[in-house]
Antibody, heavy 117, light 112 residues
Framework: QVQLKETGPDLVQLTQTLSITCTVS????????VHWVRQPPGKGLEWMGA???????DYNSAFKSRLSISRDTSKSQVFLKMNSLQTDDTAKYFC???????????WGQGVMVTVSS | DIVMTQGALPNPVPSGESVSITCRSSKSLLYSDGKTYLNWYLQRPGQSPQLLIYWMSTRASGVSDRFSGSGSGTDFTLKISGVEAEDVGVYYC?????????FGAGTKLELK
């Protein structure tokens, strides 16, 4: 069955870089797309960006040039990197699959990241 | 960006009652392919969001038929027929028509 799992640090220092890995199983990254969504504590969901099955990417302009998404298809992994972290980047970060147009059908359990000064 | 606005519920809701959650988009989500790109999710406490309804009215695999979605191009409703304890959580609508994908702020369902 389809599964996604995020791994990453619990704590990141202010202005440093966040790196999170999403490892998928049950489908190929060359078939379906993987997106990143985050959720600050007690708040709603924010779409961050996408890794398309063809290898292209799209980003939410809210993150300007801070965000980078890449992949290693041989390891079934998608990577999120975001630099210049601020305290308002404290959030749970989810990866989610998109097998049909426009919706997220499977989600990882998320990784909670706290940005500390 | 497309703004998604969700309505509130008169919490707490008695078990077995039917409720409707509303969502409005700042732009029509009806695309030229005939599909309306509005989706609904439930996030139970401490869990990841779960897809309930996609393309406005199609139930996701394994989702109870107590959940139904309807609407027009900009106004949408998620109906839960006979709420149960497992329905407690926050419901989000999301538009998948254009980037960036955007979500509503969420509607909390509490059970009496």
């Amino acid at each position: 069955q389809v599964q996604l799992k995020e791994t990453g640090p619990d704590l990141v220092q202010l202005t440093q870089t966040l790196s999170i890995t999403c490892t998928v199983s049950g489908f190929s990254l060359t078939t379906y797309n993987v997106h990143w969504v985050r959720q600050p504590p007690g708040k709603g969901l924010e779409w961050m960006g996408a890794m398309w099955n063809g290898g292209g990417t799209d980003y939410n302009s809210a993150f300007k040039s801070r965000l980078s998404i890449s992949r290693d298809t041989s390891k079934s992994q998608v990577f999120l990197k975001m630099n210049s972290l601020q305290t308002d980047d404290t959030a749970k970060y989810f990866c989610a699959s998109r097998t049909g147009r426009g919706y997220f059908d499977y989600w990882g359990q998320g990784v909670m990241v706290t940005v500390s000064s | 960006d497309i703004v998604m606005t969700q309505g509130a519920l008169p919490n707490p809701v008695p078990s077995g009652e039917s409720v409707s959650i509303t969502c409005r988009s700042s732009k029509s989500l009806l695309y030229s392919d005939g599909k309306t790109y509005l989706n609904w999710y439930l996030q139970r406490p401490g869990q990841s969001p779960q897809l309930l309804i996609y393309w406005m009215s199609t139930r996701a695999s394994g989702v109870s038929d107590r959940f139904s979605g309807s609407g027009s191009g900009t106004d949408f409703t998620l109906k839960i027929s006979g709420v149960e304890a497992e329905d407690v959580g926050v419901y989000y609508c999301q538009q998948g028509l254009e980037f960036p994908d955007t979500f509503g702020a969420g509607t909390k369902l509490e059970l009496k």
